[in-house]
């Protein structure tokens, strides 16, 4: 991302300028699912900083899952320095193709991937498949509050193409797209958009078959 290596990534970004907004989504994810306890996919996690947060306020069993074997090692080495490595293990692989059962998760997490999935529809109906009934995805990108993302706005002021970019990805990726992917699958759920992000947020009913 910009020029930067997994490391500087990780350093600078998930580390530091976006250190505070993890907790602040953790604690939004937890609210708005209930879900605090069984197993939990951090998708396009990176060095794992948002599934490492849901641990540390929950009983959740947290799977990194990352496209980069960069960011799978960080992911792991972020967890030990947190003090939560007994809940959080970190894997490589893509979001379009998890090598999770059907039916086996509780709750699936993503801040930021799916606007770089190659295939989002696919993704997301790999995401319904390995939920159990019950289980939410909460997927998409945010900064947590609007203040939040104004004080990071302020700290990445001299990445010149930060915002522009993050702009076209929103322009490319509206909430209309992923309400119809969700209809085209047969989802019930909601794209919930604000000043801070946006969020695609489902459940998988527990009358469903996967």
């Keep these: 991302m910009y020029s930067m290596d997994a490391k500087e990534f990780n350093d600078k970004i ?10 602040v989504i953790a604690r939004q994810i937890v609210d708005r699912t209930g879900i605090s306890e069984g197993c939990c ?5 990176g060095p794992g900083l948002l599934g490492i947060s849901l641990a540390k306020i929950t ?21 030990v320095e947190h003090g939560v490595d007994d809940q959080v293990t970190a894997q490589q692989g893509i979001a379009e193709c998890m090598p999770f059962d059907e039916n086996s998760l509780d709750l699936v997490v ?3 991937s799916i606007f770089f999935w190659e295939n989002q529809m696919q993704g997301l109906a790999e995401v319904y498949r390995v939920l159990k009934p019950g289980g939410w995805a909460y997927l998409g990108g945010g900064f947590g509050t609007s203040e ?30 992923f309400e119809s992917m969700l209809r085209q699958l047969g989802i019930e759920g909601r794209v919930e958009q ?17």
């Design 110 to 112: 993503s801040r930021g």
């Design 59 to 79: 009983r959740l069993q947290v799977t990194v899952y990352d496209l980069m074997p960069e960011c799978v090692a960080l992911a792991l080495q972020n967890s």
């Design 14 to 23: 998930m580390n530091g300028h976006f250190r505070k907004i993890y907790p």
């Design 41 to 45: 996919v951090d998708l396009g996690g």
């Design 148 to 177: 939040l993302l104004r004080e990071i706005e302020l700290l990445m002021a001299d990445e010149a193409d930060w915002n522009r970019k993050r702009q076209e990805r929103m322009v490319k990726n509206p909430p209309e797209q």
């Design 194 to 210: 604000d000043d801070a992000g946006m969020w695609v947020v489902f459940c998988k009913q527990k009358s469903a078959k996967a």
